[in-house]
């Protein structure tokens, strides 16, 4: 079993910065994939952005491209989205994951489906 817990959310000014946190429950060197989706009021979780075990595959959305940066430190078993240049609409819940499986191309990673644990959610709110 592994358990998720985001933080990091809160309320920021269009175009500031944010850095959000997911601390895994086990060694995240056990674990395959992860990703940052999130859900706004009245929309489907949407993928945010993926990232393999070791690092070296890395996926986004086209809506946070050039602004997010996903990393993972698996010495400290926790994971990292780093928004910059935020939006209002990139205000939502944000929910980190971890796959149950290994994942073998980038439309895993975009499928919440594909994704077996998941964190309670940190909200992020942009003003404009």
């Known amino acids: 079993q592994v358990q998720l817990v985001e933080s990091g959310g809160g309320l920021v000014q269009a175009g500031g910065s944010l850095r959000l946190s997911c601390a895994a429950s086990?060694?995240?060197?056990?674990?395959?994939?992860m990703g940052w989706f999130r859900q706004g009021p009245g929309s489907e979780r949407e993928f945010v952005a993926g990232i393999s075990r070791g690092g070296s595959e890395i996926y986004y959305a086209d809506s946070v491209k050039g602004r997010f940066t996903i990393s993972r430190d698996n010495t400290k078993n926790t994971m990292y989205l780093q928004m910059n240049s935020v939006k209002p609409e990139d205000t939502a819940v944000y929910y980190c994951a971890v796959a149950r499986r290994p994942f073998y191309s980038d439309s895993y990673y975009r499928t919440p489906a594909q994704y077996g644990y998941w964190g309670q959610g940190t909200q992020v709110t942009v003003s404009s």
């Open positions: 086990v060694r995240t060197f056990s674990i395959s994939a």
